[in-house]
């Protein structure tokens, strides 16, 4: 499942965003990763009915077939030839008043390689970003219908608010991504970070069934920002080390967020089942994400390449 994700995630996809577009990058990333916001809204309350009419079992074959006849067509779509790298004009790499977009990095002549990005300190920062982002979003977003359930609502009417929640991803990818175009990488993560923390600090504040505003807080803002620093992180990379590798340099600190994935879905799931209570789980997302932003906030600054320029 994780190689079968990544061949279709944005590994793949920034690279060839990056190549067509400069000045606008973060809103294109941002509009093709909202498709993920999409997903998640539609499939959440659909794969609930799915279960309560076939099991677990055949559900999951279900979701496989779909995805089998679906992606075929998808993939079909795609180009053959990449096309030709593009060198932005200064026109169209300046921002407002003739300077550069917030938060972008100059138009570099550098063709970063992978072991040049590894000697700066802005590759372990984007990494430990990617990472504590991962934590922070899988300490929650696996076990929300769970935790809703051991709160006592009801399973399909938490399914159906979460998956509303997750439908305000589309706007809250798109928004936070064309934002970073204007304001900066930094700032538009940072309010990601906090509309995140927010929604993980209602969560936290549910007792009971009859708080059904919190649980729609929790659904909204948690969802508004889910993958909304995407588009910020995934840009800054490019900004940062551009070239013809940046393919294989974000491939390298993708690693982090399968990390901060699989460690916060099985570690929440371990504390629930040592302590009875979600409690510490949701804690430790808001410690990771505002780590997160202590990180991002350090890379303001382009790095400066060591070694030879070739």
Same mark, same amino acid.
């Not at 055949?58 to 790298?85: H, I, K």
């Not at 910020?232 to 690693?255: C, Y």
């Given at each position: 499942m994780t190689v079968g994700a990544n061949g279709l995630g944005l590994v793949v996809s920034v690279p060839l965003l990056s190549r067509?577009?400069?000045r606008k990058r973060g809103m294109a990333v941002a509009l093709v990763q909202s498709a993920n916001g999409l997903g998640r809204a539609v499939s959440a309350p659909l794969v609930q009915l799915v279960i309560a009419a076939l099991g677990w079992r055949q559900s999951y074959l279900v979701l496989a077939a779909v995805m089998a006849v679906c992606l075929g067509p998808v993939a079909w779509c795609f180009p053959r030839r990449e096309p030709e790298r593009r060198v932005p004009a200064p026109s169209e790499s300046a921002g407002p008043a003739g300077g550069r977009p917030a938060g972008a990095a100059a138009p570099?002549?550098?063709?970063?390689?992978?072991?040049?990005?590894?000697?700066t300190p802005h590759f372990w920062l984007l990494g430990s970003v990617y990472l504590c982002t991962g934590l922070g979003s899988f300490f929650v977003s696996l076990h929300q219908l769970a935790f809703a359930v051991d709160m006592g609502f009801d399973k399909l009417y938490a399914a159906s608010v979460l998956g509303i929640g997750s439908f305000l991803a589309i706007g809250g990818i798109i928004g936070t991504g064309t934002l970073s175009d204007y304001i900066g990488r930094e700032l538009a993560a940072m309010l990601a970070y906090g509309i995140s923390i927010l929604g993980v600090v209602c969560a936290l504040l549910i007792t009971g069934p009859e708080q059904r505003w919190l649980l729609w807080l929790h659904a909204?803002? %948690?969802?508004l920002t889910w993958g909304a620093r995407g588009p910020s992180i995934t840009a800054k990379t490019v900004d940062l080390f551009p070239g013809r590798h940046v393919g294989a340099i974000l491939g390298g600190i993708s690693i982090g967020t399968g990390l901060g994935a699989a460690i916060g879905s099985w570690a929440s799931g371990?504390? %629930?089942?040592?302590?009875g209570s979600y409690h510490l789980a949701f804690l430790l997302s808001i410690a990771s994400y505002l780590v997160g932003?202590?990180?991002f906030w350090r890379l303001r600054r382009p790095p400066v390449r060591h070694g030879h320029a070739g």
């Amino acid at each position: 499942m994780t190689v079968g994700a990544n061949g279709l995630g944005l590994v793949v996809s920034v690279p060839l965003l990056s190549r067509l577009f400069v000045r606008k990058r973060g809103m294109a990333v941002a509009l093709v990763q909202s498709a993920n916001g999409l997903g998640r809204a539609v499939s959440a309350p659909l794969v609930q009915l799915v279960i309560a009419a076939l099991g677990w079992r055949q559900s999951y074959l279900v979701l496989a077939a779909v995805m089998a006849v679906c992606l075929g067509p998808v993939a079909w779509c795609f180009p053959r030839r990449e096309p030709e790298r593009r060198v932005p004009a200064p026109s169209e790499s300046a921002g407002p008043a003739g300077g550069r977009p917030a938060g972008a990095a100059a138009p570099a002549v550098q063709d970063w390689r992978v072991r040049d990005a590894m000697r700066t300190p802005h590759f372990w920062l984007l990494g430990s970003v990617y990472l504590c982002t991962g934590l922070g979003s899988f300490f929650v977003s696996l076990h929300q219908l769970a935790f809703a359930v051991d709160m006592g609502f009801d399973k399909l009417y938490a399914a159906s608010v979460l998956g509303i929640g997750s439908f305000l991803a589309i706007g809250g990818i798109i928004g936070t991504g064309t934002l970073s175009d204007y304001i900066g990488r930094e700032l538009a993560a940072m309010l990601a970070y906090g509309i995140s923390i927010l929604g993980v600090v209602c969560a936290l504040l549910i007792t009971g069934p009859e708080q059904r505003w919190l649980l729609w807080l929790h659904a909204c803002c %948690f969802g508004l920002t889910w993958g909304a620093r995407g588009p910020s992180i995934t840009a800054k990379t490019v900004d940062l080390f551009p070239g013809r590798h940046v393919g294989a340099i974000l491939g390298g600190i993708s690693i982090g967020t399968g990390l901060g994935a699989a460690i916060g879905s099985w570690a929440s799931g371990w504390i %629930f089942d040592r302590s009875g209570s979600y409690h510490l789980a949701f804690l430790l997302s808001i410690a990771s994400y505002l780590v997160g932003c202590v990180a991002f906030w350090r890379l303001r600054r382009p790095p400066v390449r060591h070694g030879h320029a070739g």
